[in-house]
């Protein structure tokens, strides 16, 4: 897996990008979080299975539930206007009301909300 290591106020943010769709499963994404050694994380949409996005699925939950216990903040990188589950549009405001998770559109936004 790849990472590209950004230091913000003495805090270690890996981003995570990769060519397609990578992280299928939770344990994939729990690899991931592993290997990036960071206090915070940055993944781009892109990497992310499509189910991810449909919340009926679980696979949310069971990924961002790994962000929260290993105290970790994750930025997700994309463009989510594509969506038009009312509830995956809730859930996407209340978790950008908080700084563990956000959804945001750009590395630069992501590097400001994780800081």
């Keep these: 897996?790849?990472?590209?290591?950004?230091?913000?106020?003495?805090?270690?943010?890996?981003?995570?990008?990769?060519?397609?769709?990578?992280?299928?499963?939770?344990?994939?994404?729990?690899?991931?979080?592993?290997?990036?050694?960071a206090e915070a994380i940055i993944v781009h949409k892109h990497n992310i299975d499509e189910s991810f996005f449909d919340l009926r699925s679980g696979l949310?939950?069971?990924?961002?539930?790994?962000?929260?216990?290993?105290?970790?903040?994750?930025?997700i990188i994309g463009d989510f206007v594509v969506y038009e589950s009312k509830s995956l549009k809730?859930?996407?405001?209340?978790?950008?009301?908080?700084s563990t998770i956000v959804f945001v559109s750009s590395v630069e936004e992501a590097l400001k909300r994780l800081k």
């Design 1 to 37: 897996m790849k990472y590209i290591q950004h230091y913000v106020n003495r805090k270690t943010i890996a981003e995570f990008n990769a060519n397609g769709v990578v992280l299928k499963t939770t344990q994939e994404f729990l690899q991931m979080i592993m290997d990036s050694c």
């Design 60 to 75: 949310a939950g069971e990924m961002l539930q790994k962000v929260v216990n290993y105290r970790l903040q994750l930025a």
């Design 90 to 98: 809730a859930f996407i405001a209340e978790s950008n009301r908080s």
